[in-house]
């Protein structure tokens, strides 16, 4: 098999992968489905955004969470953000830890929002790595005349 | 001279997070619609001619729509949950504008909270969309755009198409049907009433109450949900 079948398989196989696992779900396809001639970096340049604000999210829900009073809150709206975000790029692991993490903001539970935020930075890191795995694929395949 | 299909109609997205504005700008734009995204109900406004403090005087607008030096918007897509003016602020604010009254007004929300769809219907918006948005909701949007549209045509050519328009009145499939201003008024009440019956008896099957559906209606397969409870 010459290497661009290899690279296409990589990623098609991946992709399955990562939709198996639960990373992600419809809504990535629906992103990639948009991509085209006039677009052609769309999921790269949506996902990039994404990973901007996720991490701007998550510093300012950790900075929440440490204060003496916690404004839970604020807290939440930046959960609910994070979950819109996630949502919109077809993150559901992510989107359902803030799902998980609403609950007890509502709830006002301190140690089970550390919780969730700890468990949202990890499903954070791991989809990351997962994505730019992907896209460094799709570089390889456009690199090699695909 | 008919109808200018080469046209392209201008939609107005409001969205406070960057990821749903280049969405929705590239949604619609694969639809071959003319976007501009702002990213608050101020600057809608605005954007719309319409200032705070004169709402009333036609003038300001920028969307009357004989004027051709300004721009027209054609609908307004708006996300719900925004800091300081909602969407449904906004939309309020429109339907209370004489100028901008007669935009369309789409909502899209990612909570799918049944209070919160009715508020918004009753207050005139067409049409609710839970997010993340996609194709086959933006294809929604046409028949909605072509009503106002209509309106527009119908003052110019009425005296023409008169004559050969009374059959197809019967028409319902969606199409733009050219008539006379008095039919296609009662046609408005008509499809109002039918709306206003919908939203007392809320029929699961209205388009408008896609988002509150439980069950999958038979176009829709993708699960909504994926098991897990929406928190409201």
């Known amino acids: 098999m010459d290497v661009m079948s290899q690279l296409r398989r990589q990623l098609l196989e ?34 990039s955004i ?94 090699a005349g695909g | 001279m008919g109808m200018a299909t080469e046209t392209q109609f201008h939609v107005l997205a409001v969205d406070d997070s960057l990821i749903d504005r280049k969405l929705i700008e590239k949604l619609l734009k694969t639809s071959s619609y003319q976007v501009t995204t702002v990213d608050s109900g101020t600057k809608a406004l605005e954007f719309l001619g319409l200032h705070e403090d004169d709402q009333s005087n036609p003038n300001t607008s920028s969307v ?16 719900y949950c925004m800091p300081g003016m909602t969407g449904y602020d906004l939309l309020r604010k429109i339907k209370e504008s004489s100028s901008l009254r007669n935009i369309p007004v789409v909502i899209m929300s990612s909570e799918n909270v049944p209070s919160r769809i009715n508020r918004c219907l009753e207050e005139g918006a067409e049409e609710f969309f839970l997010k993340p948005v996609r194709l086959s909701d933006v294809n929604r949007l046409k028949p909605h755009i072509m009503k106002t549209k209509l309106k527009d045509h119908v003052i110019i050519s009425t005296d023409q198409k008169q004559e050969n328009e009374e059959e197809d009145d019967d028409d319902e499939s969606g199409k733009p049907v050219l008539q006379s201003q008095e039919e296609h008024q009662q046609r408005q009440q008509q499809q ?35 098991g897990v409870t929406t928190v409201v």
């Open chain 2, 64 to 79: 009357f729509p004989n004027n051709h030096q300004e721009v027209e918007v054609n609908l307004i897509i708006t996300d």
């Open chain 1, 14 to 47: 991946h992709t399955a992968f990562l939709r198996k696992e639960g990373f992600l779900d419809d809504q990535f396809e629906q992103l990639q489905k948009l991509q085209d001639e006039n677009s052609p970096d769309f999921v790269v340049e949506v996902v």
């Open chain 1, 50 to 143: 994404f990973f901007e604000d996720s991490e701007k999210l998550l510093n300012n829900m950790a900075k929440a969470l440490e204060q003496k009073i916690v404004d839970f809150k604020q807290v939440d709206a930046h959960v609910h953000q994070f979950k819109g975000s996630s949502a919109s790029i077809g993150a559901m692991r992510v989107k359902n830890v803030c799902i998980e993490f609403r609950n007890y903001c509502e709830a006002q539970n301190v140690e089970e929002c550390f919780r969730c935020m700890q468990k949202l930075q990890y499903e954070y890191v791991l989809l990351k790595n997962q994505l730019e795995y992907l896209f460094r694929v799709e570089q390889q395949i456009r690199a």
């Open chain 2, 192 to 226: 109002h009433q039918q709306q206003q019956q919908q939203h007392h008896h809320q029929h699961s099957n209205s388009n408008k109450r896609k988002a509150m559906e439980e069950g999958l209606s038979p176009d829709r397969t993708r699960p909504r949900y994926n």
